[in-house]
């Protein structure tokens, strides 16, 4: 948060965690489009499967849509933070019936191939 003031700026919110021996992961994203403002799609590949999110605006920062895998798929949320560094998405996914805390921290690159998987462009 880049704030110019110097005098305390009073917040209010929620917190929440995961034990670290629960969380799946983290795995590669493959590959992530940002459409500004209205959509986002991400590719990743857990334990073998391919999953896809395709994500649409849902007003202010928030994104709704689905994710899917092989037969399977399922309602995903999330929230979208960004800075000079990057974006996190942090939201809820749900997956045979069971709804999970998700997140991930993706940064621009120039172009996708295995050499640029997960490192940022020069010029982000």
């Not at 009073?10 to 590669?28: N, T, Y």
């Not at 999970?100 to 050499?115: G, H, L, N, P, R």
Request: overall charge positive.
């Amino acid at each position: 948060m880049a704030a110019t003031t110097k005098s305390p700026i009073k917040l209010v919110g929620d917190i929440a965690w995961v034990p670290e021996e629960k969380i799946q992961g983290p795995v590669s994203v493959k590959r992530a489009i940002f459409r500004p403002p209205n959509e986002i799609v991400i590719d990743c590949v857990s334990q073998g499967a391919n999953y896809n999110v395709k994500l649409n605006h849902a007003g202010s920062n928030r994104f709704e849509g689905i994710w899917s895998s092989q037969n399977h798929s399922d309602k995903a949320s999330c929230r979208l933070y960004s800075s000079r560094e990057g974006y996190v998405l942090i939201g809820k996914w749900v997956e045979d019936g069971n709804d999970y805390f998700w997140w991930t921290e993706i940064q621009k690159v120039d172009a996708f191939s295995e050499k640029t998987k997960g490192r940022r462009s020069p010029n982000a």
